[in-house]
């Protein structure tokens, strides 16, 4: 099974940015879709953006003008650049692995977390 170590969140001001970055040990990271999502106080986790292993690329709406995806399967680390960021953006932002798209028995392995705020 594969475990996920999240790092590179913060306190940064509006409009500054973050890099964070997701470090995968113990599976077979070139086979995964790798996903952040986010979640604050009070709100249910959403999507930020995945990249699948040929290197598609999603993004939520809110994120996609500001918001870069990138992995290095060398490294078995997945990055997510942040820009521009606003006090919306601030959550715990999670790493997630999984081998399909969508699944109705497992939702892959979820890291801890690393905390993003942007203050106003």
């Known amino acids: ?9 913060g306190l940064v001001q509006s409009g500054g940015s973050l890099r964070l ?3 995968a040990s113990g599976g077979i990271f070139g ?3 790798m996903g952040w999502y986010r979640q604050a106080p009070g709100k249910q986790r959403e999507l930020v953006a995945t990249i699948t292993p040929a290197g598609t690329r999603d993004y939520e709406d ?3 003008d500001r918001a870069t995806i990138t992995r290095d399967n060398a490294k078995n680390t997945v990055y997510l650049q942040m820009n521009d960021l606003k006090p919306d953006d601030t959550g715990v932002y999670y ?4 081998v399909v798209k969508w699944s109705a028995t ?3 392995t ?4 690393t905390q993003v705020t942007v203050s106003s």
């Open 21 to 23: 970055s997701c470090a």
């Open 1 to 9: 099974q594969v475990q996920l170590v999240e790092s590179g969140g």
């Open 110 to 113: 979820w890291g801890q977390g």
């Open 95 to 98: 790493c997630n692995a999984r």
């Open 106 to 108: 497992t939702d892959g």
């Open 31 to 33: 086979i995964y879709i």
């Open 62 to 64: 809110s994120v996609k």
